[in-house]
């Protein structure tokens, strides 16, 4: 199985930053995609941001030039670095991870996610 921790979460006026982090722990073999999805109140979740083992990303085009999203693959820790915050940013923050897990002799694909984070942008 896997684990995802996340952290970083809070309250923060327009315009600041804040950083999120999410460990993964567990029997892992590897990870390939690492990302940060977001629901807001009465809103479906939307993908924010992803990163792959070899370092591509993407963005929602709403965070595009504002967020970060970086991976330490030795630590199977993903980072999302949110500048420029907007009240529109607020939402529950939700780290997920597409990982090969191992159980005994064999491995198995799973998708994990994290308990979320609540990130809230004051005006």
């Known amino acids: 199985q896997v684990q995802l921790v996340e952290s970083g979460g809070g309250l923060v006026q327009a315009g600041g930053s804040l950083r999120l982090s999410c460990a993964a722990s567990g029997t892992i073999s590897s990870i390939n995609v690492m990302g940060w999805y977001r629901q807001a109140p009465g809103k479906q979740r939307e993908l924010v941001a992803a990163?792959?083992?070899?370092?591509?990303?993407n963005y929602a085009d709403s965070v595009k030039g504002r967020f970060t999203i970086s991976r330490d693959n030795a630590k199977n820790t993903v980072y999302l670095q949110m500048n420029s915050l907007k009240p529109e940013d607020t939402a529950v923050y939700y780290c997920n991870a597409g990982a090969l897990v191992i159980e005994g002799t064999r491995v198995r694909a799973l998708d994990a996610w994290g308990q979320g984070t609540l990130v809230t942008v004051s005006s």
């Open positions: 990163i792959r083992s070899g370092g591509s990303t």
